[in-house]
């Protein structure tokens, strides 16, 4: 596996332009009263100013795939004699720098677009790539939540309804095969989990897989309750992945590091701990503060917690799931 431009940890957080929002991010009590009594705090608005100066860095996997890091979630990208599939679009005012780094791999044109779910940094690029000629394939709650006017209570932020251009023109049902890019592309819905629109997306001649913001390499991961999201599903869909990896595949994550399936399935035990112990003492009627002051994710903030979900804020998001 070959890297261009490795990318510290310091430099993702700025390029995806997460930095500024912190825990806000969390819904955690905290967080959800915000939402409630507060007017938005800019957090989607300061993450495409900085996602426009982000640096994208390209890191080759195998079998033609690549992964564009820095315009928001990871963009996955196979390029064939019939023009390039890509898995995400990223945040949109870091098109230049997206384009950019696809003319880079070749000059073939965008012809597909896979999202993994709704999520703006995801998916805010649809429509310019759509412009450029991509057929926009998504699942059908995506499609739905794409459509309308959608909130996420964790942003503090209602998105407005997408252009046309934006919304998926192919939905998939349970599970689909495609023949794009020359590569055999497996779609697989994963439930609500991160949210209600979540896919994973298998490059399957090259055993790379894409699974979106089920994992976050790394990472304690946001969940969006306010769109169907929960922990319970969470660990559903990271054992739908686990089920599809092979010891050698290669695996995408939303955000942090391209990882293997040993590192999703550490990532697994940690969310199935942390969730066991949550829940225990959610049982025996310990409030939410009561449960942070305890501090059920001890062993794993070295690995898990310095990124934007703080230790408190991810054991909140569970605690409103159990």
Not at 217 to 234: A, E, L, Q, R
Request: hydrophobic residues 40%.
């Amino acid at each position: 596996m070959s890297t261009q431009h490795p990318m510290s940890r310091r430099a993702f957080v700025v390029a995806t332009g997460l930095a500024a929002a912190g825990s806000a991010i969390a819904m955690s009590s905290r967080s959800f009263a915000r939402a409630r009594h507060e007017p938005d705090d800019g957090i989607v608005a300061r993450m495409r100013k900085q996602a426009s100066t982000a640096r994208v860095h390209t890191q080759s996997l195998r079998g033609g795939v690549s992964v564009l890091a820095g315009a928001g979630g990871n963009i996955a990208v196979v390029s064939g004699p019939d023009g390039k599939v890509l898995v995400d679009s990223g945040i949109s005012t870091a098109r230049r720098q997206v384009e950019e780094a696809l003319a880079a791999i070749d000059g073939h044109p965008i012809r597909y677009l896979v999202n993994t779910h709704w999520h703006f940094d995801h998916t805010d690029g649809n429509a310019w790539m759509h412009a450029a000629g991509a057929v926009v394939v998504a699942s059908a709650n995506c499609r739905t939540r794409l459509s309308q006017a959608t909130r996420v209570d964790g942003w503090n932020f209602t998105f407005p309804p997408s252009t046309a251009g934006a919304i998926p023109q192919i939905t998939p049902g349970d599970s689909l095969t495609l023949h794009l890019g020359g590569s055999t592309l497996v779609l697989e819905a994963l439930g609500p989990a991160h949210t209600d629109t979540d896919l994973l997306v298998e490059f399957q001649e090259a055993a790379v897989m894409h699974v979106g913001d089920v994992w976050w390499n790394g990472h304690y991961p946001f969940i969006d309750y306010s769109t169907g999201g929960s922990i319970d599903g969470t660990i559903s869909a990271v054992d739908t992945c686990l089920a599809r990896a092979k010891e050698s595949t290669i695996i995408i994550p939303g955000h942090g590091p391209v990882g293997d399936a040993s590192q999703l399935a550490e990532f697994r035990e940690m969310l199935i701990k942390v969730r066991e112990r949550v829940a225990r003492m959610k049982k025996q009627g310990k409030t939410l503060a009561e449960v942070i002051t305890a501090r059920p994710t001890l062993e794993f903030d070295p690995r898990y917690g310095h990124f934007l979900m703080a230790p408190a804020d991810f054991t909140g998001l569970v605690y409103s799931g159990v």
